[in-house]
């Protein structure tokens, strides 16, 4: 169907501006098993109770928030790039001056935000589709409390977004693309593999890098408690992937290999933003060659820093999944091109949530320090 269909709670004449529909390929599954035969899925969605932590209550909202200093105690890799192509021979940015630069330094980190708050809606779905297709009491329950973790992400980027910075910015076509074909894909583990294992992969690494990078104390304490669940989330996705990757057969798990290939080869192509710079009232088009020269310039490795932090955490849980070296390596081998192998015992977030339950530290230390 388009999305000009009128669609019941929407008015006929926002369908086409508010809304995007998806069709969900795969059948959902109603389970009468309820044994808990899953030990460590139980022991995860336990955990998962006790680490929800309230958006409201939790997150201290009156914090004044300056996005002018923001970006000047930030300054991320977008806005060093802005000023290394500012200074090449017939720049469009020559003439700029500080304030066009705090400027764009600001519209990209809300352009930013706004794919974090975005792809956390992306998950809020994939979750509740993880729900109703995989045919596993224990991971039904799993996904419900992740359900609501992600309505909580997506909710504080929006609120983060809306009270202290102003107006988001449109998915970006990519990121669109890739969490689209989860939600409209037959096969259950499919959402599983791109969502659990590549996107949150993904999440973790550019949530890493922005804490790493700010002193806001409302974005440092949202994101280390957003980290937190996520990285329960991989873990979920490595447990359900392990167990049933182990049945299936050398073509289908090529299909799985293939999958990867496809979405982490891809995803290495650098994106821009043209709406940033249509804000900017900088034509995309005449910049573009420029930030690809100063790109190349600055170029230190070929994984910089925020990719270096994704496959650091996607390549090992990859790994667990058997998925590397199925198929005689087939997987192993196409990465090995790509130079992914130095990852192969980096970070471990498959097992390792604990040590980023940010939400547990904070009450241990809370309750130590009550009983003091
Ligand atoms: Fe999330
Ligand atoms: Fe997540």
Do not use: C
Not at 93 to 113: C, D
Not at 188 to 214: K, N
């Amino acid at each position: 169907m388009t999305t000009t269909e009128r669609i019941a709670g929407i008015p006929e004449a926002e369908v086409a501006s508010s809304i995007k529909v998806v069709r969900d390929n795969a059948d959902r599954i109603f389970l009468w098993n309820y044994d808990r035969s899953r030990g460590q899925l139980v022991t995860l969605y336990n955990k998962a109770m006790s680490s929800q932590w309230n958006s409201v209550s939790e997150l201290d909202w009156s914090t004044d928030v300056d996005p002018e200093r923001l970006v000047m105690t930030q300054p991320g890799p977008a806005l060093n790039l802005a000023r290394e192509a500012a200074a090449l021979p017939g720049s469009p940015l020559a003439n700029w001056t500080e304030k066009e630069f705090v400027q764009l330094g600001i519209e990209m980190f809300k352009a930013s935000l706004s794919q974090f708050m975005h792809g956390e809606q992306g998950a809020m779905m994939t979750a509740a589709k993880i729900v109703e297709t995989v045919p596993w009491i224990d991971a039904k329950y799993y996904a419900s409390t992740q359900t609501m973790d992600e309505a909580r992400h997506t909710e504080v980027f929006a609120k983060y977004l809306h009270t202290k910075l102003g107006d988001a910015y449109p998915m970006s076509p990519f990121l669109e693309a890739q969490i689209m074909a989860l939600l409209e894909d037959s096969r259950w583990d499919i959402a599983y593999l791109g969502m659990q294992i590549v996107i949150e992969s993904l999440a973790l690494a550019a949530f890493g890098d922005m804490l790493r990078r700010t002193e806001e104390p409302l974005l440092k304490k949202l994101l280390r408690y957003v980290m937190s669940d996520e990285a329960r989330h991989v873990a979920f996705g490595v447990l359900s992937l392990a167990e049933l990757y182990q049945d299936l057969s050398s073509a289908e798990l090529k299909e799985r290999q293939d999958f990867l290939a496809d979405n982490t080869l891809r995803s290495r192509a650098r994106s821009t933003t043209p709406e940033v710079w249509e804000r900017m009232n900088v034509n995309v088009e005449a910049v573009l060659p420029f930030l690809m020269e100063a790109a190349a310039k600055m170029e230190t490795s070929a994984f910089a820093g925020f990719q270096r932090g994704f496959f650091a955490k996607l390549v090992p849980n990859v790994r667990k999944l058997g998925l590397l070296d199925a198929n005689n390596g087939y997987l192993r081998q196409r990465w090995a091109e790509a130079g992914l192998l130095e990852f192969e015992w980096a970070d471990d977030t498959g097992s390792d949530y604990e040590n980023y339950d940010a939400v547990a530290a904070d009450r241990a230390a809370a309750a130590s320090a009550a009983s003091a």
